[in-house]
């Protein structure tokens, strides 16, 4: 079946620094990405979505200077954490959908980011 | 908007009991998917379920079942006979039947299944 890998899966930084996380489709083309930040004990947040070839859409109230994502390719998707700090100290997964619009999204196993 | 509601935090059952997991979700839209996915602590989404708004019939599958009733806006998931690998938090979502929507989720239900 479909994988979406995300890499890595996770990473500690020291405040200040930037950090990317990746994620792929593996056996399949996403056009389209989405990118979720998840606190502890709590639910999935939408940050954006990605799509290949052009800007993301963030979601009210993410910093996209913050949060930067490239779609660059069909099966590539990054998010980079820019000057971390510690309360961007999160559990982020991304999720990718089939080409086709089928309603059915597929995650990554997620990336646990701590800022020191 | 969409909105996702799982009124139910946390739920404690013991091993073989069964126990439901609601959820009540609101939508403008005539076409829409819901769906159910499960987090264990390793905290990959696991995918259980997905139904489109069409499709009212019930699901099993195996010790899961699911009762979709568009009149309440409910799509609730039963697990029967209960397992302690079935602790996890449990997230019900629900997306637009467009081509990029989004998936809302709900709060979750974090179950734990004690021996």
């Known amino acids: 079946g479909a994988v979406v890998s995300q890499h890595p899966s996770w990473v500690i930084c020291k405040s200040g620094t930037s950090v990317k996380i990746e994620c792929r489709s593996l056996?399949?083309?996403?056009?389209?990405m989405f990118w979720y930040r998840q606190f502890p004990k709590q639910s999935l947040m939408l940050m954006a979505t990605?799509?290949?070839?052009?800007?993301?859409?963030?979601e009210q109230g993410v910093e996209k200077d913050k949060f930067l994502i490239n779609h660059a390719s069909l099966t590539l998707s990054t998010l980079t954490v820019t000057s971390a700090h510690p309360e961007d100290s999160s559990f982020y997964i991304c999720?990718?959908?089939?080409?086709?619009?089928?309603?059915?999204?597929?995650f990554g196993e997620g990336s646990r980011l701590t800022v020191l | 908007a969409q909105k996702v509601t799982q009124a139910q935090t946390e739920i404690s059952v013991v091993e073989k009991e069964d126990v439901t997991l609601d959820c009540v979700y609101e939508?403008?839209?005539?076409?829409?998917?819901l769906f159910w996915y499960k987090q264990p602590p390793s905290g990959e989404l696991v995918f259980l379920i997905r139904?489109?708004?069409?499709?009212?019939q019930n699901e099993i599958s195996g010790r899961y079942s699911w009762n979709f009733q568009k009149s309440t806006s409910s799509f609730n998931f039963t697990i029967t006979a209960s397992q302690v690998v079935d602790s996890a938090v449990y997230f019900c979502?629900?997306?637009?039947?467009?081509?990029?929507?989004?998936?809302?989720f709900g709060k979750g239900i974090t179950l734990s299944v004690r021996p």
């Open positions: 979502a629900l997306s637009e039947g467009k081509a990029n929507s989004k998936l809302t």
């Open positions: 939508t403008r839209d005539t076409t829409y998917y």
């Open positions: 990605s799509n290949e070839g052009s800007k993301a859409t963030y």
């Open positions: 056996d399949f083309q996403a056009t389209t």
């Open positions: 999720s990718a959908r089939l080409r086709v619009a089928t309603g059915e999204l597929f």
């Open positions: 139904r489109n708004s069409f499709d009212e």
